[in-house]
C-alpha cells in the first residue's frame, strides 16, 4: 500500500532561515508525490507536485522540494523562511486503483511549521 | 477558473440530529469529488470520492453517506450525528485521471 511518512509533528525555524519539512514515502510504481499547506480554519492549499523529470521541483509561494529515489524522501524547502509562511504542512502521494480507477491522495500526519520573528 | 464552495462554514448540532453538508464546483465539467474529514487539526481520511453522478464510493464504514445528485454538486449527510463525527470537513476536486486535488474552505462540526 501507498503511505508517506512526516517525522517531525512540528519544526521551528528562525525568520531568514532556510527551512525543511521532512516526507519519507512507500509506493509500488513510481510515485508521484505533492506538498500542501493549511492554515487555521482553512482548506488545504497545493504548493507542489512531482510526477516525473527534475528531482527539484518549484512552487508556489518560494517553496521548492527534492525528490530524492535513493532515499524515498520528497522533502520541502525554502531558502528564507517567513512568520507568514508558519502553517501546517501536508506531504501525500498519489493511491490509483479502487473500482473507478480514479486517483486518490494518501495524506501524511502534516508538520506544522513555526516561524519566529 | 475554477472555484470550490462548502457551506455551512460551521455547524453546532445536538447528537442524533441530521446532518447534510453541501460541496459545489464551478468552472469545470465532470469532475471527480472528495470528502475527508480532519480530526484534532491533523491528518485527513478520506470518507467518500465521486466520478460522476451517483457513483459514489466510501472509504471506511461510518454513520456517514455521500451523494452527488448533479455533476458539481456533493452532499455529505448522516440521518443522526453521533459526538464522534465532530470535525473539519473538507471537500476537494480534481480533474479525471489527473493528480492534483483542490480542496474547499472547509466546514467545521461540532456535536454536542
Known amino acids: 500500500a501507498q503511505s508517506v511518512a512526516q517525522p517531525e509533528d512540528q519544526v521551528n525555524v528562525a525568520e531568514g532561515n532556510p527551512l525543511t519539512v521532512k516526507c519519507t514515502y512507500s509506493?509500488?510504481?513510481?510515485?508521484?508525490l505533492f506538498w500542501y499547506v493549511q492554515y487555521p480554519n482553512r482548506g488545504l492549499q497545493f504548493l507542489l507536485k512531482?510526477?516525473?523529470?527534475?528531482?527539484l521541483v518549484k512552487g508556489s509561494y518560494g517553496f521548492e522540494a527534492e525528490f530524492n529515489k535513493s532515499q524515498t524522501s520528497f522533502h520541502l524547502k525554502k531558502p528564507s523562511a517567513l512568520v507568514s509562511d508558519s502553517a501546517l504542512y501536508f506531504c501525500?502521494?498519489?493511491?490509483?486503483?479502487?473500482?473507478?480507477?480514479?486517483?486518490?491522495?494518501?495524506f501524511g500526519t502534516g508538520t506544522r511549521l513555526q516561524v519566529f520573528p | 477558473s475554477q472555484t470550490i464552495h462548502q457551506w455551512p462554514a460551521t455547524l453546532v448540532q445536538p447528537v442524533g440530529s441530521p446532518l447534510s453538508l453541501e460541496c459545489t464546483v464551478e468552472?469545470?465539467?465532470?469532475?471527480?469529488l472528495y470528502w475527508y474529514r480532519q480530526a484534532a487539526g491533523r491528518g485527513l481520511q478520506l470518507l467518500f470520492y465521486?466520478?460522476?453522478?451517483?457513483?459514489i464510493s466510501s472509504e471506511v464504514p461510518q454513520n456517514l453517506s455521500a451523494s452527488r445528485p448533479q455533476d458539481r454538486q456533493f452532499i455529505l449527510s448522516s440521518k443522526k450525528l453521533l459526538l464522534s463525527d465532530s470535525g473539519f470537513y473538507l471537500c476537494?476536486?480534481?480533474?479525471?485521471?489527473?493528480?492534483?486535488?483542490?480542496f474547499g474552505p472547509g466546514t467545521r462540526l461540532l456535536v454536542l
Open positions: 476537494a476536486w480534481g480533474r479525471p485521471l489527473q493528480e492534483t486535488q483542490y
Open positions: 509506493v509500488s510504481g513510481n510515485p508521484y
Open positions: 512531482y510526477i516525473t523529470g527534475d528531482n
Open positions: 501525500a502521494v498519489r493511491d490509483r486503483g479502487g473500482s473507478y480507477n480514479t486517483d486518490k491522495l494518501i
Open positions: 468552472g469545470t465539467s465532470n469532475p471527480n
Open positions: 465521486s466520478v460522476g453522478i451517483g457513483q
